[in-house]
């Protein structure tokens, strides 16, 4: 509301805004959106922050775990799926994929080896032998038929 001047329309909802202004006005615009920020939006602010909703060995996961966990379906807004959080996970492999190799399918060590898919992660992830923390959903992959269990990896960082 503070460039309600340079915006020709705006509204929307609680999770999404849109607005309509002159092309003229998008380096004002810029500027001001950047100051606005800068004076209320405290350093701590702009670290990113992750929260799983519970500790989970890999070794734990099963497909009872992952059907007790559907049961808390339809996720979405409002309802995310449960994220959860493996440390000191080995890499027992990896290698990209997707069309255009920006995708990271790992196996990972859960006792047992386990399928881990990792998108848009191709060039973040520590080689085999270096240990990770992992926010991951456990799930269910159908492949020709065949289920097998699978972590989707939301986020991955070298263990500390």
């Known amino acids: 509301r ?3 001047d340079l915006l020709l329309k705006y509204g929307g ?3 999404a805004a849109g607005l309509t202004l002159a092309v003229e006005h998008v380096a004002e615009l810029s500027e001001a ?6 004076r209320v939006l405290t350093p701590d602010q702009l670290v990113a922050r992750i929260e799983a909703d519970a500790v989970l060995p890999l070794s734990e996961i099963s497909f009872s775990l992952i059907e007790e966990l559907n049961q808390l379906a339809p996720h979405g807004m409002g309802n995310r799926s449960p994220l959860f959080l493996a440390t000191r996970v080995d890499i027992l ?28 992660m191709a060039d973040s992830a520590p080689s085999p032998g270096v240990p990770v923390d992992i926010l991951f959903v456990p799930e269910i992959n159908v492949f020709r038929g065949k289920r097998t269990l699978q972590a989707r990896v939301r986020y991955m960082r070298a263990s500390r």
């Open 2 to 4: 503070e460039v309600d």
């Open 93 to 120: 492999d990896r290698r990209a994929v997707g069309a255009d190799k920006r995708h990271l399918k790992l196996t990972l060590d859960a006792g047992r080896p386990l399928d881990a898919i990792a998108f848009s």
């Open 33 to 38: 959106f950047d100051a606005h920020a800068h």
């Open 13 to 15: 909802h609680d999770h």
